[in-house]
C-alpha cells in the first residue's frame, strides 16, 4: 500500500531513536483500561512485552480487557488509599481514565473525577516513585486560532474560553498535570484529538455520530469539522510519549482535518446509504439542544443533542500533530481505516443490528 506523508501504517511499533537504546519492558498502571482509548493503551503496551495492571471500578464493563492477560485491580481516582495499593511495583502509569460527557445532570462529577482524581492519582505516582506518568488529556484543552488554522499545543487559550463542564474539567486536570511536571513529577502531556476505531464499547459521543450515520440517523448536518485518527495509533503515540516525550510537554495525538460532510458521507459509501445534503444553520440546533436538555432533567435520560456539542461546532476543531511527529516519531494512518475498523467493529458486537448487545460480565 502506498504511504502518504504523515501516514506510516506500522505506527503500533515505538523505535529508538539514533543511539539511543529503547527502554526496557516494565510493568505499567493504566487507569480507564476499560475504555476506548484506554483499552488500545492496553494491547499496545501488551504487544510491546510490558506487564499491565488495569485500575477497575467496581461494576464497570470490562468487556474491552476481559479477554487481554492484565492484573485488574479494583479502584477509583476520588479514592486515594486504593490508589496507592494500586501503583505498587509500576514503573510507569498511564492515567487515560476521564469522564467523558457533554452533558451530565451533576456537573461536579465530572470535575470530581476529571479534576481532583487526576490530582490523587499525581500525588500517588510520585509518592510511588514512578519512572514516567503518561497523562492523556484532550485536544478539548488546546485553543483554535481565530484564522481557521490548525490549533498546535502553543495555540493561546484560556480557561474562559473552555465550552462547557467536560473541557472545562479537562482543562483544569492537564493544570494539575502542568504543575505537577513543574514541582519535579516526570509526567509528560498527549492530547488525542477525535480518536475512531474499534472497542468502542459505550460508545463514546464521537462513536455514537458513526453508528448514527451508519444507521441513516442523521439527515443533516452542521457545518463543522473535527481531527480524525485510529485509536490504535493514539495509543502508540502513548507509548512514543513514554519513550521519547520531555518532562512537562504536552503532545497532540492526532490524524487528519476533515468536515461533518466529509465524515458522513465517507460513512454513509461504506454501509451502503446516501449521505446527508442538508446543512442545518447553528441557530437552529441550539435550541433544540436547550429543549433535549430540559427533557433529559426531567427524565434522568441523557440526551445526545447537547448544548455543549452545539457551541463547540461553531468551530472546525482542526489540529495539527506536526510536534508529536518531529519529537517523537508519532505517525498516523488514513481516516478510512479507522472507519472501517470502527464500523467492522460495530457490525460484528451487534451495534448495526438489531442483536441484543451483551451486558458487562457476558
Known amino acids: 500500500m502506498k504511504k502518504s506523508p504523515g501516514a506510516i501504517f506500522d505506527a503500533a511499533e515505538p523505535r529508538p531513536r539514533r543511539g539511543e537504546a529503547q527502554d526496557e519492558p516494565s510493568k505499567a498502571l493504566v487507569t480507564g483500561a476499560t475504555g476506548f482509548v484506554g483499552a488500545a493503551v492496553v494491547r499496545a503496551l501488551l504487544?510491546?512485552?510490558?506487564?499491565?495492571?488495569?485500575?477497575?471500578?467496581?461494576?464497570?464493563?470490562?468487556?474491552?480487557?476481559?479477554?487481554?492477560?492484565?492484573?485488574?485491580?479494583?479502584?477509583?481516582?476520588?479514592?486515594?488509599?486504593?490508589?496507592?495499593?494500586?501503583?505498587?511495583?509500576?514503573?510507569?502509569?498511564?492515567?487515560?481514565?476521564?469522564?467523558?460527557?457533554?452533558?451530565?445532570?451533576?456537573?461536579?462529577?465530572?470535575?470530581?473525577?476529571n479534576v481532583e482524581g487526576t490530582g490523587h492519582l499525581l500525588d500517588a505516582a510520585r509518592g510511588a516513585g514512578v519512572r514516567r506518568i503518561v497523562y492523556t488529556s484532550s485536544v478539548a484543552t488546546v485553543g483554535l486560532p481565530?484564522?481557521?488554522?490548525?490549533?498546535?499545543?502553543?495555540?493561546?487559550?484560556?480557561?474562559?474560553?473552555?465550552?462547557?463542564?467536560?473541557?472545562?474539567?479537562?482543562?483544569?486536570?492537564?493544570?494539575?498535570?502542568?504543575?505537577?511536571?513543574?514541582?519535579?513529577?516526570?509526567?509528560?502531556?498527549?492530547?488525542?484529538?477525535?480518536?475512531?476505531?474499534?472497542?468502542?464499547?459505550?460508545?463514546t459521543p464521537t462513536g455514537q455520530i458513526v453508528l448514527d450515520a451508519a444507521r441513516g440517523r442523521t439527515p443533516a448536518y452542521l457545518d463543522t469539522g473535527l481531527n480524525i485518527v485510529h485509536v490504535d495509533d493514539v495509543a502508540a503515540g502513548h507509548l512514543l510519549a513514554f519513550h521519547h516525550g520531555r518532562v512537562g510537554e504536552r503532545y497532540i495525538l492526532g490524524g487528519e482535518d476533515?468536515?461533518?460532510?466529509?465524515?458522513?458521507?465517507?460513512?454513509?459509501?461504506?454501509?451502503?446509504?446516501?449521505?446527508?445534503?442538508?446543512?442545518?444553520?447553528?441557530?437552529?440546533?441550539?435550541?433544540?439542544?436547550?429543549?433535549?436538555?430540559?427533557?433529559?432533567?426531567?427524565?434522568?435520560?441523557?440526551?445526545?443533542?447537547?448544548?455543549?456539542?452545539?457551541?463547540?461546532?461553531?468551530?472546525?476543531?482542526?489540529?495539527?500533530?506536526?510536534?508529536?511527529?518531529?519529537?517523537?516519531g508519532y505517525r498516523w494512518r488514513p481516516p478510512p481505516e479507522a472507519f472501517a475498523d470502527a464500523l467492522h467493529w460495530f457490525e460484528a458486537n451487534g451495534y448495526l443490528t438489531n442483536q441484543r448487545r451483551p451486558k458487562a460480565g457476558e
Open 47 to 113: 504487544a510491546q512485552g510490558w506487564q499491565v495492571r488495569a485500575l477497575v471500578r467496581r461494576g464497570s464493563d470490562r468487556r474491552n480487557v476481559a479477554s487481554l492477560p492484565v492484573e485488574q485491580v479494583v479502584g477509583d481516582l476520588t479514592d486515594a488509599a486504593s490508589l496507592r495499593g494500586a501503583l505498587e511495583g509500576c514503573g510507569a502509569v498511564f492515567h487515560v481514565a476521564a469522564d467523558y460527557r457533554l452533558w451530565a445532570p451533576r456537573p461536579e462529577e465530572l470535575y470530581r473525577a
Open 258 to 328: 476533515m468536515t461533518l460532510r466529509q465524515i458522513l458521507t465517507l460513512i454513509a459509501e461504506r454501509v451502503g446509504r446516501s449521505p446527508p445534503r442538508i446543512r442545518l444553520p447553528h441557530g437552529a440546533v441550539l435550541p433544540v439542544a436547550y429543549a433535549s436538555e430540559l427533557y433529559a432533567r426531567l427524565t434522568g435520560r441523557p440526551t445526545r443533542v447537547t448544548v455543549e456539542g452545539v457551541r463547540m461546532a461553531r468551530k472546525r476543531m482542526f489540529f495539527s500533530s506536526a510536534k508529536a511527529a518531529r519529537e517523537l
Open 146 to 203: 481565530a484564522d481557521g488554522r490548525p490549533g498546535t499545543e502553543d495555540t493561546p487559550v484560556g480557561l474562559g474560553e473552555m465550552i462547557g463542564h467536560y473541557k472545562r474539567s479537562k482543562f483544569l486536570a492537564e493544570e494539575r498535570a502542568r504543575a505537577a511536571a513543574a514541582a519535579g513529577a516526570p509526567v509528560v502531556i498527549v492530547n488525542p484529538s477525535t480518536p475512531i476505531g474499534p472497542g468502542d464499547v459505550k460508545p
